[in-house]
């Protein structure tokens, strides 16, 4: 079943049918979907679908001579052409009669062994663009290599697309269309265990519960996601066990860049060069307190939740869960489920938040969401705020996330009101999102301070699955 990708569709679409030249660059991190998202879109279409293969040249043009002369003859043809640049030849050519769409799948791996090869597009579309009828889709995992080579002022190619689409992760709103039979707060849990990326989904059950979906997947050495994130390095990047080293220190509790690099034992200008590869990824995200411009309290954090999941407790059960102890591992994972929960929560409190905004139902219009962090010169201590927004010099939106069993009491709000008094707005919106709901107490008070909205995650549930 196809699930998502909607927006995606809909251009892709429009760009078919505008019946002239179009080429657009489809690109994103392994696994989250995007040859199904090509699959899908020429199913019921004319089209030409060739997968590059880490390979040398030769095997790469006979692949994809084969792909061209089972579209063109509808048989399958020993046939080879002599060159790339004849190959794409013959497919403009065609296209000149009639719509087609030709889908190179895996670009990068063509291209680095056929260092002609953007050359020969650019040549090819400037040729021929104003009386064809083609659609290329030029598709890649690398997404350096799609950046550097294509999508980059100096490409050779740079100046040709029509369209280009960076495909990120489900959200979570699509990642619950995935599944059934999970209660809500499972899909929350599965968000947070192995986030939106499709395949990552693919490997969850909702006919099982969450403990055997982890002893399933996490703790089963035959599993595909037990080796997932070491595989998935290994493919992009080199020196991996610096790159395991990182990524393990800020899952488990380091932040700042000196405290990576005191833990992994790298100096800094090290750790720097490793982060920035990260954070190209999608594995790592930098942080700035909101509203904020200085890097000197910049922190980094896991963006991808299977990483997160995964460097915060694989490696420290990794000899148990070799030995076969797979309930013993989950025995040790489970109570920190709800702490580990805490962060995704505040991810799918914003998420909730951004979707009152673009239905023109938010009471503050703010252009972006963020944490803020630093010090409350009342209390003279350092202090945080899961979620802060602004309109303008007046206005300001104000969040806090809490995923606990238990109600949250007024004890609460009254932090976040004085949270939200460090800085100095006329007028604030307060939002206090809960799992599990909201003593009396607290709706009493939220009531009579009347700029309170308290939110349940039933609330959102409701609201971003509707």
């Known amino acids: 079943m196809f699930v998502g990708r909607e927006k995606e569709l809909r251009d892709l679409d429009k760009m078919y049918h505008s019946d002239k030249f179009e080429f657009a660059v489809i690109y994103g991190r392994r696994r989250v979907g995007k040859t199904a998202l090509i699959s899908h879109f020429i199913q019921d ?56 769409i030709i889908a190179v799948d895996e670009y990068p791996y063509v291209a680095r062994v056929s260092k002609g ?13 104003d009386n064809s009828k083609l659609m290329l889709i030029i598709c890649g995992s690398s997404m350096s290599y799609i950046e ?3 999508l980059a002022y100096k490409a050779p190619l ?71 994130t070491e595989n998935l390095l290994k ?27 005191a833990k992994i034992g790298e100096n800094t200008s ?13 594995i790592i995200k930098k942080e700035i307190p909101y509203g904020e411009k200085s890097s000197r309290k910049s922190i980094y954090r896991i963006a991808d939740n299977m990483f997160r999941f995964w460097y915060r407790f694989i490696p420290a059960n990794t000899s148990i869960i070799m030995r076969g102890a797979v309930d013993l591992a989950y025995r040790r994972i489970e109570p920190q489920l709800s702490d580990y929960m805490g962060s995704v929560f505040e991810d799918i409190c ?51 996330c809490k995923w606990t069993n238990e109600k949250v009491d007024l004890g609460v709000l009254e932090i976040l009101v004085k949270r939200s008094q460090i800085f100095h707005y006329n007028n604030t919106r307060l939002y206090l999102f809960a799992k599990n709901g909201f003593t009396k107490g607290c709706q009493e008070e939220a009531e009579k301070l009347g700029n309170v909205s308290l939110v349940t995650f039933q609330d959102i549930m409701d609201y971003i699955c509707a």
């Not at 399958?76 to 640049?85: A, H, I, K, M, T």
């Not at 013959?90 to 000149?96: D, P």
């Not at 090869?117 to 663009?129: E, P, R």
């Not at 009342?378 to 945080?384: K, Y």
């Open 235 to 261: 493919q992009e990047v080199r020196d991996t066990a610096i790159y395991n080293a990182i990524i393990t220190s800020i899952a488990t509790g380091a932040s700042r860049m000196s405290e990576i690099s």
């Open 158 to 228: 740079y100046g040709r697309r029509t369209a280009q689409m960076k495909i990120l992760p489900f959200d979570f709103a699509e990642t619950c269309r995935c599944f059934n039979n999970f209660s809500d707060e499972d899909k929350a849990i599965i968000y947070g265990i192995v986030g939106g990326t499709p395949q990552y989904l693919l490997q969850m059950d909702d006919k099982l519960s969450i403990g055997e979906n982890i002893r399933n997947t996490f703790l089963n050495t035959s599993s595909f996601l037990f080796e997932e």
């Open 117 to 129: 090869l953007a050359s020969t597009l650019q040549m090819l579309i400037d040729k021929y663009k």
């Open 148 to 150: 550097d080579h294509v």
């Open 45 to 100: 279409k004319k089209a030409i679908y060739f997968m590059g293969v880490e390979s040398n040249e030769k095997q790469n043009l006979e692949n994809f001579s084969k792909s061209i002369f089972e579209y063109a003859e509808g048989v399958q043809s020993g046939l080879v052409f002599d060159s790339f640049q004849t190959a794409l030849e013959y497919v403009f050519q065609l296209a000149q009669k009639e719509r087609i």
């Open 270 to 282: 090290v750790c720097s060069n490793y982060l920035k590869n990260l954070i190209s990824l999608g």
């Open 350 to 400: 914003g998420q909730y938040l951004w979707k009152l905004l673009i239905n023109g139902e938010s009471p503050v219009e703010f252009a972006e969401l963020g944490r803020w962090w630093g010090n409350d010169p009342v209390s003279r201590s350092q202090t945080e705020i899961d979620i802060m927004a602004v309109q303008d010099r007046n206005t300001a939106l104000f969040g806090e």
